[in-house]
C-alpha cells in the first residue's frame, strides 16, 4: 500500500520513472524500459512556415495512449549543426525513450543545418517546432519544453525568448551550448576559453574547425576576397593553429569582412583574436549578435536548464558556464549540471557501475525537467 502511495505521489513516480529512463538514454545495457514502455507511434511531417525551407522535416513520437482525451507533455529534439539528422542512432533512442516514458517527441531536421550553415533564420524553424508541438490535440501545450544540442542548444535559448512561444513554453533545457557566438569564434581560433576570469587552454576537434571555418567563409562577400582567403579557412580547419600573417595577401582583399576575418585568423591570443571580433563591420556584428543568446536572456520566461560536459572539443564549457551565469540573476536558471560523461553531447560505451557518480547527477537533472513534462 504505502509502494502504491509512493508510485501515485508525483516525486518518486518521476524518479522511478527517470530511474528506469536513464539507461538508455545513454545506451547502456541492460534498458528495462523497452521492456516496460509501450513502443510509441512515430509519424514524419513538415513543420517549418518559411516557404523557402518547406522541405524540411521533422519526426514525431507519440506516446501509445496520447490523445485528445489524454494528452500528454512534450519536448522539441533541436539537434546541432553538421548533425547526422533525425535518423541517427543516439537520435532515435532518445526520441523512443522519451515517447516510452510518456513524452511527445518532436524532432525536426533543418537542410540548412545538416549542410553546415547557421543563420538567424533557424530559430524560426525551432519556434514553427514548437508551435506545430503544442497544437497537437494529444499534448498538453502547457508542458511544453525545448531539447537543444549543442548549436541547437543556443538556438533553443533563442527560440525560448521569441514572444511567438516566449509566453507559451514551459523550459529550455541547453545541453553543450555556446552564449556568445563571437566570443565562441575567438575561442575556436585561439584555441583557448575564459574561466573564472582566466584564459586557459582548450583543444577544439576537427570538426568544429572545419565548421567554423565555413561560418568565416560565410562571412566573406563571394568572389576574390573569399577565394583569396580559401587556403587560409583550410590551413586553419587542418591544424587548430593561429596563422603567422601574410604581408602580401591584406593589400589584395577589398571588403572589410575579408581584412577582419584574416586578422582572426592570424590573431595570436585570445585576447586579440576577441579584439577583432568587435571591430568586425556592423552587419556582421549585428548577425553573431542575433546569434548569440547571451544577449537576449532576459526575452526568457520559461524555467531553464544548462548541461556541459568538462571535455567537451566542439564547444568550450566555459560557454555554458557564461549561460548559467546569464541566467541566475534573472530568476530563470532551474538547473546547471556539469558532467564527464559525454562526447560532447552523446554518452558512448558508458558502464552503469563504472559511471555511477555521472549517471547519478544525470538522473537528478533529467527528473527535474520531467517533473515540469510528465
Do not use: C
Not at 515517447?99 to 547557421?118: C, E, I, K, Q, T
Not at 509566453?167 to 552564449?179: K, P, Q, S
Not at 556539469?338 to 555511477?356: T, Y
Request: glycine share 10%.
Amino acid at each position: 500500500m504505502l509502494i502504491g502511495a509512493a508510485v501515485a505521489w508525483k516525486p518518486p513516480r518521476v524518479t522511478l520513472q527517470t530511474l528506469v529512463l536513464v539507461p538508455s538514454l545513454v545506451g547502456a545495457q541492460p534498458q528495462p524500459l523497452q521492456l516496460f514502455g509501450a513502443a510509441p507511434r512515430r509519424e514524419s511531417l513538415a513543420y517549418r512556415s518559411d516557404p523557402g525551407a518547406a522541405g524540411d522535416l521533422a519526426d514525431l513520437w507519440l506516446p501509445q495512449g496520447a490523445s485528445s482525451a489524454h494528452p500528454v507533455g512534450g519536448m522539441v529534439l533541436v539537434l546541432g549543426i553538421n548533425n547526422v539528422g533525425r535518423d541517427y542512432p543516439a537520435v532515435v533512442r532518445f526520441a523512443d525513450a522519451m515517447a516510452r516514458s510518456g513524452v511527445a517527441v518532436l524532432v525536426p531536421d533543418s537542410a540548412a543545418l545538416l549542410a553546415g550553415m547557421l543563420s538567424p533564420d533557424e530559430v524560426g524553424g525551432v519556434v514553427d517546432a514548437a508551435r506545430l508541438l503544442m497544437s497537437r490535440p494529444e499534448v498538453d501545450g502547457r508542458r511544453v519544453g525545448l531539447v537543444g544540442l549543442s548549436v541547437g542548444g543556443s538556438l533553443s535559448l533563442l527560440a525560448a525568448g521569441d514572444p511567438r512561444i516566449s509566453g507559451d513554453l514551459r523550459w529550455v533545457n541547453a545541453f553543450g551550448a555556446y552564449a556568445d557566438a563571437g566570443e565562441y569564434l575567438a575561442d575556436v581560433v585561439a584555441q583557448a576559453q575564459t574561466l573564472d576570469g582566466n584564459m586557459v587552454t582548450w583543444k577544439s576537434s576537427a570538426l568544429t574547425r572545419e565548421v567554423f571555418a565555413r561560418l568565416l567563409a560565410r562571412l566573406i562577400p563571394a568572389g576574390g576576397d573569399r577565394e583569396a582567403l580559401t587556403a587560409a579557412l583550410d590551413a586553419f580547419a587542418a591544424s587548430g593553429r593561429a596563422l603567422p600573417a601574410d604581408p602580401a595577401l591584406v593589400p589584395r582583399l577589398d571588403s572589410a569582412a575579408a581584412k577582419a576575418v584574416y586578422a582572426l585568423l592570424t590573431a595570436g591570443s585570445l585576447e586579440g583574436a576577441r579584439q577583432v571580433m568587435g571591430a568586425l563591420p556592423a552587419a556582421v556584428r549585428e548577425m553573431l549578435d542575433g546569434l548569440s543568446p547571451i544577449r537576449h536572456l532576459s526575452a526568457i520566461h520559461a524555467d531553464a536548464f544548462v548541461m556541459y560536459d568538462t571535455g567537451d572539443t566542439y564547444v568550450p564549457y566555459g560557454q555554458s558556464v557564461e549561460l548559467a551565469d546569464g541566467l541566475r540573476p534573472l530568476g530563470r536558471l532551474a538547473r546547471s549540471s556539469q558532467f564527464r560523461l559525454f562526447d560532447h553531447v552523446e554518452a558512448k560505451g558508458v558502464d552503469l557501475v563504472g559511471a555511477a557518480p555521472e549517471l547519478w547527477k544525470l538522473l537528478w537533472h533529467v527528473q527535474a525537467v520531467l517533473m515540469e513534462t510528465l
